[in-house]
């Protein structure tokens, strides 16, 4: 199993040096193969090599992890995997693929996007900015958190991850490396939201002194994901929102209540840094309920007596 882990490695630092990928494109990639490695391990004659690897290998694999993870979390690692093994493709001579005869079928959910109404995510960063800290830089960064995710609808790894370098001051530019390396620039055009981001800048020391993070807790330490989303349903409870909040809620409801204003698709799926329009587009079913609901409640026939012509005259 030594030999699998160092060609692993090996991979891991070609993604980084040769591909410059993500960082968190390549902390996917570590976990993905880490779960692959564990189970090899586990299995009552461990191979020695990839090239001893066969389709039953991933056949077993993916029973393994079927019921612990949701469809869209399998087909990530095994995404990831396939990646790497099209790697030993080109790296190791006679190397047979098992992916070349293995096909992953799994039935996706109807998934049901949640996102907020205007009104709730108003709420959410009005309870943002009454945040308390012992230290003003705190309490900032804490207000900045749901402000930036929503209105670039951010990913949280994305605003994690976010380069104090990739922030142009005097334009208001953002250059984002998003899922895949797909490099996405964003404008900063809303004069309040830059005031609050550069009066939070000018209070952390800018690197070298400090990480070349966006964000930083206590001015040093990193953002954590689960940090963040513990923060986000605490400022959604005190807002009064019942319902379950997290990062991800903030990107969809950017891209619905764009939606919701007429905003071309197509744009959302470049703010987004979607690859596809399909993926995009599962919006629209929920713009869709909404407007529903809206013409239900608001549309003034509900409130016009019905239609009398089809009565006789007395």
């Not at 469809?71 to 790296?91: A, G, K």
């Not at 800018?206 to 040093?220: H, K, N, V, Y």
Request: charged share 30%; hydrophobic share 35%.
């Amino acid at each position: 199993m030594e030999q699998l882990y160092q060609d692993a490695e090996k991979y891991i630092r070609h993604c980084r040096s040769n591909r410059q990928l993500a960082k968190g494109t390549i902390i996917s990639y570590r976990l993905s193969l880490r779960h692959f490695l564990k189970f090899l391990e586990g299995r009552p004659n461990p191979p020695a090599s990839w090239h001893q690897i066969r389709r039953r290998d991933l056949d077993d694999f993916l029973a393994h992890i079927q019921d612990r993870y949701q469809v869209s979390t399998i087909r990530n690692i095994f995404t990831d995997i396939r990646v790497f093994f099209y790697y030993l493709e080109l790296e190791q001579e006679d190397f047979q693929n098992p992916f070349r005869k293995f096909r992953l079928r799994l039935r996706q959910p109807v998934r049901v996007i949640q996102s907020l109404t205007q009104m709730e995510m108003e709420a959410i960063l009005q309870a943002a900015a009454k945040s308390r800290a012992d230290k003003e830089e705190d309490r900032l960064l804490k207000q900045l958190i749901p402000e930036l995710l929503f209105y670039f609808g951010l990913r949280v790894s994305e605003l994690c991850l976010l380069p104090r370098s990739s922030y142009h001051e005097d334009t208001g530019l953002f250059d984002i490396k998003g899922k895949g390396s797909k490099d996405r620039t964003m404008i900063l055009a809303y004069p309040p939201l830059k005031e609050l981001l550069d009066r939070y800048l000018s209070l952390i020391p800018p690197p070298p002194e400090s990480t070349d993070l966006l964000l930083l807790r206590g001015g040093r330490f990193p953002l954590q994901g689960g940090w963040v989303r513990i923060l986000l349903k605490n400022q959604a409870q005190e807002a009064g929102i019942t319902k379950p909040v997290t990062p991800h809620t903030l990107r969809h409801t950017f891209a619905s209540l764009l939606l919701e204003e007429g905003v071309d698709i197509k744009y959302i799926q470049e703010f987004l840094g979607h690859g596809s329009l399909k993926i995009t587009q599962q919006y629209l079913h929920t713009t869709h309920q909404r407007k529903k609901a809206v013409l239900r409640e608001y549309h003034p026939r509900s409130r016009i007596r019905p239609d009398q012509r089809g009565e006789k005259n007395p």
